[in-house]
């Protein structure tokens, strides 16, 4: 079969995906001499193997047929029960039938995008937001339009709307944002469900990260806050236990779980019923808090020797965020740098991260990069966060150089 | 919000899709009285968890870091090596790129369908075919088209290209298909394969049981008589591994696999890495080899003795299939009969089954039920035989003194 004939045979769908820049990037990532803040990852080195051993054997000892067959497209019930009970815990009215249970949070995006989104739909999100979701509308053909600043919500939601291109939802991650690191405020929140309701639109509050935070006080989920029914919350366990499961919820009104268990049932039928039986041990033995108590001071620690290394490094004109909680920190060069061509100069330098304009869906944010701080070791990432230093001053030095 | 607005914003794809027949009669049939035939469920009670223990701890001895983490989107390439060695064993010209680990079959069907299909794009399948093939097919509404007989491959082919509805692919279970449990001989294959290449289109080569021939004599892959790149192969670990695991593949040209491995990004960025580093593991041991052998050892006895029930058991003009592997036998009743009718009387009788009807596209085959012979134990399963023929023959006295 021959490449052209294959190319015009491939779905609309097909032809609007676009690869992941961050999986690209990290492709040329791999010298092992290069510090690379660019994936996602948490840190696992810390993660209690010995607790998993005892956890596995327990499951294998005592649920093994159930385990290890088919089981049901809205997950273990067990395991939506706990689920259920600790949200029950936050003060949120929930049932295990609020819970579906996806192959990762990934998977969860794509469903709702599935479930909701005809091409040419419109989405609204976050500038800079998360690559993968921006992934997953583009492979379902939406149109999703940034927000730049939040305060200006209802103004871009009115104009779309009055131009006849009323969004499906609202697409936004409340805590420790993925890249910016920024946390929403309550205003900022429940202006999200009052433009919400006004304009009769669904709210996608994604969620990855909440439970990793460090410092700061707990907002409330805008799930919580939401009175009428409009809001589909996603969980993953990827952060706060291990990615290498690939386990994740969404929890939503019961009419809503209902349309998404046929949407998954043609997706993957279930997700991995041996690993939702090791979670929901591994929470009920309270292995799982546990963890992630010793995550949040891990990552407080290293978020800690980060910022003190960019105060150390960073030349003038370049500014970061702090966040409270999870896993990055977004970076900012002085308008007129674009991060594509730094990432050149810096794998020179050995040191690797994701460019900013990949999180923005309208190709803006040129001059801004994201930093993972969960997965490098201090000493490691104090010497990354030199050498990327080193690199912008280069950059800044051959700029200055040419007179621009 | 309200169920009249919810439904007025779900997508087209979503409308169209439908529940699975199989899962929603499984929910009536969960008396424990019950002897279901319905599900395709693998018996697992004798499946090695010594072994699959021993495994484990090795995995998370030697290979814990990574296979907790993130992984590579296309699969961790050890499996993926594995995978194509074996296949190379049988004469089959492949190498690791050629793979893409899915999180199980039923997601490979829906990859491949989301990166071939615009809503209307015709798929030629078989009459009946798999269910699940059809729920993935339908949700990105495809149209599927039923060949009868295979030998009138060409006929339907030919009109509807001429009718401007030329299909995207011919989706085919070679080997012991589910429902039927029939198996395709050479000529049938190349048939498909002829055709394929006179119209230029795919070839989706559905092989979930293909490892499972306890008797007659294997028929080459169609993916190895395809001297045109023109077909995709599917495997899973489903039958011959543990369906809770939830891993399957795809084989196909190094050309589509690069554009697969951008849908799975969007979809759920990589199959669950630690059931990964276990399967190539548990290959590798050679466990795998000898849990198949015993599978067919098992299936074959129960499929002799569902037979045996069968001849027993069964009024005059009830026909059935005799399969030479897999995990199902087909039944026909005389024309006329409805086994919708007879399911709700089969289950007063304590029998469940899979109606036919579920596995037509074209609505046809209301006179035809699958039979699972894998799951249920001997005994209980002759009983299960003796109940549906009661049920049967309850059906066809009816229709008598009705005077139908």
Redesign the interface.
């Known amino acids: 079969?021959q490449?052209d004939?294959?190319k015009s045979?491939?779905?609309?769908?097909?032809k609007n995906?676009?690869?992941?820049a961050i999986?690209d990037l990290l492709k040329m990532a791999t010298r092992p001499e290069i510090i690379s803040f660019g994936?996602?990852?948490?840190d696992?080195?810390a993660?209690p193997?010995d607790e998993?051993?005892t956890v596995?054997?327990e499951v294998?000892d005592e649920n093994?047929?159930q385990?290890?067959?088919?089981?049901e497209?809205l997950g273990v019930k067990k395991l939506r029960e706990i689920l259920a009970q600790r949200y029950r815990d936050q003060g949120i009215d929930v049932t295990y039938e609020n819970f579906i249970i996806t192959?990762?949070s990934?998977?969860a995006i794509?469903m709702v995008t599935?479930?909701?989104?005809?091409p040419g739909?419109t989405i609204v999100c976050g500038l800079p937001s998360y690559l993968?979701a921006l992934?997953?509308f583009?492979?379902?053909r939406a149109n999703p339009v940034g927000i730049p600043k939040d305060e200006e919500l209802h103004t871009v939601v009115n104009a779309l709307v009055a131009a006849g291109k009323k969004p499906?939802f609202i697409y936004a991650i409340p805590d420790f944002q993925n890249p910016s690191g920024v946390t929403m405020n309550i205003e900022q929140r429940q202006n999200v469900l009052d433009v919400a309701s006004k304009f009769?639109l669904?709210v996608l509050e994604d969620s990855p990260y909440r439970e990793i935070r460090f410092s700061g006080e707990p907002m409330p989920q805008i799930y919580s806050m939401d009175k009428?029914?409009?809001t589909l919350l996603l969980g993953t366990f990827?952060k706060t236990f291990?990615?290498?499961?690939?386990l994740g919820w969404i929890m939503a009104?019961v009419?809503?779980i209902e349309?998404l268990e046929?949407?998954k049932?043609?997706?993957?039928?279930?997700?991995?019923?041996?690993?939702q039986f090791i979670v929901a041990r591994f929470i009920e033995k309270g292995y799982f808090d546990k963890n992630v108590e010793r995550i949040k001071i891990n990552y407080r620690n290293k978020r800690d020797n980060m910022i003190a290394a960019f105060e150390k490094y960073m030349p003038e004109g370049v500014t970061w965020t702090n966040p409270e909680g999870g896993l990055f920190l977004f970076v900012t060069l002085p308008e007129g740098y674009d991060t594509s061509e730094l990432f050149r100069i810096a794998i020179n330098e050995d040191v690797a991260f994701v460019i900013g304009e990949a999180f923005h869906c309208d190709g803006s944010g040129k001059n801004t990069l994201r930093i993972n701080f969960s997965y490098m070791e201090e000493t490691r990432a104090e010497e990354g966060v030199r050498r990327l230093a080193n690199a912008i001053r280069k950059m800044m030095q051959d700029k200055k150089a040419k007179g621009q």
Chains 1, 2 share one sequence.
């Open positions: 079969m490449e004939y294959l045979i491939i779905s609309e769908n097909a995906m676009r690869r992941s999986r994936g996602g990852f948490p696992i080195t993660f193997v998993l051993r596995i054997q294998l093994a047929i385990a290890l067959q088919y089981g497209t192959t990762s990934q998977q794509d599935q479930l909701f989104i005809n739909d993968g992934q997953a583009y492979a379902h499906k009769d669904l009428e029914g409009r990827s291990l990615p290498g499961f690939r009104p009419k809503i349309r046929i949407v049932q043609s997706a993957d039928l279930c997700a991995p019923v041996f690993n």
